[in-house]
Nanobody, 121 residues
């Protein structure tokens, strides 16, 4: 069993900041790429940012300059520091991770349940 649990969401005013966490646990040998997605109300899920095991990152244009993705490999945890938040950042934020469960297995993708971020005055 592998579980991904997001935390850190909440209500914040425009211009504010939040830090999201995504912790992977269970039968894990290693975690390769990890990603943050979001799904705004009534819209499709979209990629926000991704990070490889060695720390290479990529961001959606909407996140560049405002969001920072990072990870702690020792604890299989990923973070998303969000600043200068806007109303349009309101969404359910979900993480996924590509997990290796045995030394010679392929990686499998797992998803968390999501955490709500609401930006409103």
């Amino acid at each position: 069993q592998v579980q991904l649990v997001e935390s850190g969401g909440g209500l914040v005013q425009p211009g504010g900041s939040l830090r999201l966490s995504c912790a992977a646990s269970g039968s894990i040998i290693s975690v390769d790429a990890m990603n943050w997605y979001r799904q705004p109300p009534g819209k499709q899920r979209e990629l926000v940012a991704g990070i490889t095991r060695d720390g290479s990152t990529n961001y959606a244009d909407s996140a560049k300059g405002r969001f920072t993705i990072s990870r702690d490999n020792a604890n299989n945890t990923m973070y998303l520091q969000m600043s200068s938040l806007k109303n349009e950042d309101t969404a359910v934020y979900l993480c996924n991770a590509y997990v290796r469960k045995t030394p010679y297995s392929v990686t499998l993708r797992y998803w968390g349940q999501g955490t709500q971020v609401t930006v409103s005055s």
